[in-house]
């Protein structure tokens, strides 16, 4: 089983930009599709970009396409969030995750907060 441990979150303002780091340990990562999911207070968690094992392929959800952008390092086992342009609707607690079940056991996740 992997460790998966988030990191990078904060508080901006809107407008403002963090990059979000998750560090993937206990197992081979290289060969794996990765994403990154949030959870809002009272909200289901809910999935925002994915990435090929490569990293030539990635998908975003419609909320955050054109300001996000997911990347990889498969020499040191970490995913990457790239957030621009945070808006108050992106407050969340950010995870990352296998893109597909059976997924790993969640981390603690990170918090962002942007404020408007």
């Known amino acids: 089983q992997a460790q998966l441990i988030e990191s990078g979150g904060g508080l901006v303002q809107a407008g403002g930009s963090l990059r979000l780091t998750c560090v993937a340990s206990?197992?081979?990562?290289?060969?794996?599709?990765w994403a990154w999911f949030r959870q809002a207070p009272g909200k289901e968690r809910e999935f925002v970009a994915t990435i090929n094992w490569t990293g030539q392929r990635t998908t975003y959800a419609d909320s955050v396409k054109g300001r996000f952008t997911i990347s990889r390092d498969n020499t040191s086992n970490r995913v990457y969030l790239q957030m621009n342009d945070l808006q108050p609707e992106d407050t969340a607690v950010y995870y990352c995750?296998?893109?597909?079940?059976?997924?790993?056991?969640w981390g603690r996740g990170t918090q962002v907060t942007v404020s408007a």
């Open positions: 995750n296998l893109a597909t079940t059976p997924q790993f056991p």
């Open positions: 206990g197992r081979a990562f290289s060969s794996d599709d």
